[in-house]
């Protein structure tokens, strides 16, 4: 794409038209660095609003709870209404725009704040780089894909040849509780130079395979129509995974729910045999929450037999077993396809190497910090589409991403796991791979010891209690005076926007105003 002219304006600086696919937080990311980096961007997006996940959505995919149909869903959003951050504020935030509290608009300023205060931060972050003078919104991609070569004279002009076609459609999301969105004008073609696809992958549910699954007769979902408790009031639930959104869920039933029966991916589940926060969680709610190893079947009768023989008659079955990634609009003849949630061939996660620079991926990794990792690679992206950097041969990058998922194979990762850079195993997360990819590929500056300490005591912390770790003040001096500096530094420009320049900093400069629950 750089050497069009020839080689000797291989260092001059480009700009490119790029439309990039999604304004959540990866969208956003990328067409902050994009614009930054001076190119001509447009977002579009499907919803009425940028935010992405963090858009919570009351509707559900009403018509099909389990998410069964063929992509996409109908409904973005997976939030559940309970949901808070399990990932530190202090780390949350773009390299300069950090994620730092605010009170107006009855922000949440704790240190894992609900969902709400994210998407409030992400319309402060549009709203301060002007960014959404270029989000189309109510604009659903519905194909991206190689556009016919230019006519020969304007290809004399110095035009590449590798340009993108993208069609889009107008529609009006619906206001009932099941979605079904509405079109309301004609599919529309531009051209643009490169795609940038950041359409998120905690939409499309990736369900499991059970006997018996297709013929239960009582209700079985997937978190991903999962909003509140209210509705299992009374029943006999069995969840189905045990990871974050499974046992946030079993939290929030626990309180209303007749019985919780949670299943584990396991042959044997007992208390004994679980991690100290399992058992804690299960000694807390004693009488109510019941752990079972894997399902056997479901029966007709409503009756779920586990792997070890026992088994409960169930109301609901709830499965919380992880999302699939989905690119529905994308056309590429073959060459970036998706394999059990492996995305490929991506160099480094973000290039198909034979449509390189012209089509990249932001946010595929996951287990990664964000969006300051989402930053990280729409800055890359932005400096290969200008020509300030430049990608390895195309051989080379098909090696390379041979060699990464080879290594991983040998190291026993499955496949379903290849883009987890922080590993596979949510208690013992190592940010290593996710900060040479930052330091190798751009200038962002590595994160600061005292946020690193924050990332391993939380990991400390959730190993310990999983209901109480949001909530602990156990911040070591190093951290303490870290997050006061942190403060100070970013809350000021805030909080004289809102005129409230005192009572804000009286109360941040505390580190355990931020983990104390001011809700009241
Ligand atoms: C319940 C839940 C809790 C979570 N908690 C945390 C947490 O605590 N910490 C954390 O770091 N992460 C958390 N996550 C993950 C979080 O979603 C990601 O960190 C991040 O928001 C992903 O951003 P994204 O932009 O890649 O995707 P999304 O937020 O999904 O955004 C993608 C955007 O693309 C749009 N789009 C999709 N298809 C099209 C199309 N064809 N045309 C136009 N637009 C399209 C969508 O409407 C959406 O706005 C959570 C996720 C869930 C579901």
């Not at 020969?152 to 040849?161: I, L």
């Not at 449509?355 to 800055?379: C, D, E, M, Y």
């Not at 912390?461 to 070591?476: A, G, P, Y």
């Not at 926007?497 to 009241?520: F, K, M, Q, V, Y």
Request: hydrophobic fraction near 35%; charged fraction near 25%; aromatic fraction near 8%.
């Amino acid at each position: 794409m750089c050497g069009d002219d020839g080689g000797s304006l291989q260092h001059s600086h480009r700009s490119r038209k790029v439309c990039v696919v999604g304004a959540g937080m990866a969208g956003l990311a990328a067409a902050r660095e994009l614009r930054r980096e001076g190119h001509a961007v447009t977002v579009m997006e499907q919803r009425g609003d940028v935010g992405g996940q963090w858009l919570y959505d009351p509707r559900t995919d009403g018509g099909d709870p389990l998410g069964a149909a063929p992509p996409p869903v109908k409904v973005h959003s997976s939030m559940y209404a309970s949901v808070r951050l399990i990932s530190p504020r202090e780390l949350m935030g773009f390299s300069d725009f950090q994620f730092v509290p605010t009170r107006h608009g009855g922000g949440d300023p704790r240190r894992f704040p609900v969902h709400g205060e994210v998407y409030r931060y992400l319309k402060d972050f549009c709203d301060t780089f002007g960014l959404m003078d270029f989000v189309k919104l109510n604009t659903r991609v519905v194909r991206v894909a190689m556009a016919p070569p230019r006519p020969p004279d304007e290809e004399k002009e110095g035009g590449d040849e590798l340009r993108r076609v993208v069609r889009s459609v107008k529609i009006r999301e619906s206001v009932d509780c099941i979605a079904d969105d509405e079109e309301i004008a004609a599919e529309e073609e531009e051209m643009f130079d490169a795609v940038v696809v950041a359409n998120g992958h905690y939409s499309q549910p990736r369900l499991p395979s059970i006997n018996g699954m297709e013929q239960w007769k009582r209700r079985q979902l997937h978190s991903h129509s999962y909003r509140v408790p209210d509705p299992f009031r009374g029943e006999v639930v069995v969840l189905v995974g045990c990871g974050d959104s499974g046992l946030d869920i079993v939290l929030d039933l626990c309180g209303v729910a007749r019985e919780v029966h949670l299943t584990s991916n396991s042959s044997m589940a007992s208390a004994t045999s679980t991690s100290p926060a399992m058992s804690k969680m299960l000694a807390n709610h004693a009488g109510h929450l019941h752990l079972h190893p894997r399902i056997d079947r479901l029966c007709h009768d409503g009756h779920v037999a586990f792997v070890d023989g026992s088994g409960v008659v169930a109301d609901t079955v709830i499965y919380c077993t992880g999302y699939d990634y989905s690119f529905p609009f994308l056309d590429t003849g073959g060459l970036v396809t998706v394999d059990d949630n492996r995305v490929g061939p991506l160099f480094e996660h973000t290039f198909p190497p034979a449509i390189a620079p012209s089509l990249s991926f932001v946010g595929v990794p996951r287990k990664v910090i964000v969006p300051w990792f989402f930053q990280a690679q729409g800055r890359w992206i932005a400096r290969v589409l200008s020509c300030r950097s430049s990608l390895p041969e195309v051989e080379e990058m098909v090696r390379a991403v041979e060699e990464y998922h080879h290594g991983r194979e040998i190291a026993g990762v499955p496949k379903k796991y290849s883009h987890d850079l922080g590993g596979v195993d949510p208690r013992n997360v190592d940010p290593k791979e996710m900060y040479e990819f930052v330091a190798k590929y751009t200038d962002l500056a590595p994160m600061e010891d005292w946020k690193n300490e924050i990332v391993y005591s939380v990991i400390r912390n959730v190993k310990q209690d999983r209901e109480t770790f949001r909530d602990r003040d156990d911040d070591s001096e190093n951290v303490r005076r870290g997050v006061e500096t942190w403060l100070t530094l970013n809350m000021s420009a805030a909080a004289k926007e809102d005129g409230a320049a005192n009572s804000t900093s009286a109360c941040a400069h505390s580190p355990s105003c931020l983990n104390s629950d001011i809700r009241s």
